[in-house]
Structure formats: C-alpha cells, structure tokens
C-alpha cells in the first residue's frame, strides 16, 4: 500500500506545493471556523482530524502508515485553584531502528 495522502488525513481541500501547505478550517474536526481562530485550537482540530485516519487499525492494514494518534482516557487535574478537564492524544511515530532523534522527512 501507500502512505496515507494528504486528503485523507487533513480533509479533501487539503493541498501543498513547494513552499505551502493549505488545509481548509471546515475540513478540521470540530473547528468552528472564524478570522481569529487560536493556534492551539487549530492544532487540537488538525490532530482531532487526523486521528480519524491515523488509526492503529489502519496501520495494522497498511505497512506504509508511520504514525498512529489515539485518543486515550481524560482526567480532571488542578490549577490555580480551577479544575480542568485534560484530554490526552498519543502521537506514536514509528520508524525502521536505524537513528535516535525524530526526522520528519522520515515519515
């Protein structure tokens, strides 16, 4: 098989060239798209997005897949006097046993 496209782990619109990459807001999970949306809550929906696609089922079927994102079990936790629900992603990226430090071009 082939490495998971760009369509299916960041939505249909989703396109690069040599120096951009574009991913439409309305193909994000649960994104509620604005002109101001915070960094932190595109990169929760890019990695809720990809979650969908990046399964370990989906690995278990294609060779080719080197990462894997779970959503595991949410706690409460407290700060400044304030509970806060957290919600816990694994991002597993997985790579032939020949360095030590994560290249993104390796996968």
Do not use: C, H, W
Not at 22 to 29: F, G, S
Not at 37 to 44: G, K, T
Not at 71 to 95: A, D, P, V
């Amino acid at each position: 098989m082939a490495e998971p496209t760009l369509t299916q782990v960041f939505g249909t619109n989703a396109t690069q060239d040599a120096t951009t990459i574009t991913i439409y807001k309305a193909d994000l999970t649960g994104l509620t798209a604005t002109a101001n949306n915070s960094a932190e809550s595109i990169l929760a929906a890019i990695d809720l997005k990809a979650s969908s696609y990046l399964t370990q089922t989906n690995q278990d079927l294609n060779p080719d897949q080197s990462i894997v994102i779970e959503q595991g079990t949410g706690s409460i936790t407290t700060r400044n006097n304030l509970n806060y629900r957290e919600y816990n992603l694994t991002i597993t990226l997985s790579k032939l046993d020949t360095q030590s430090a994560i290249d993104p071009n390796d996968f």
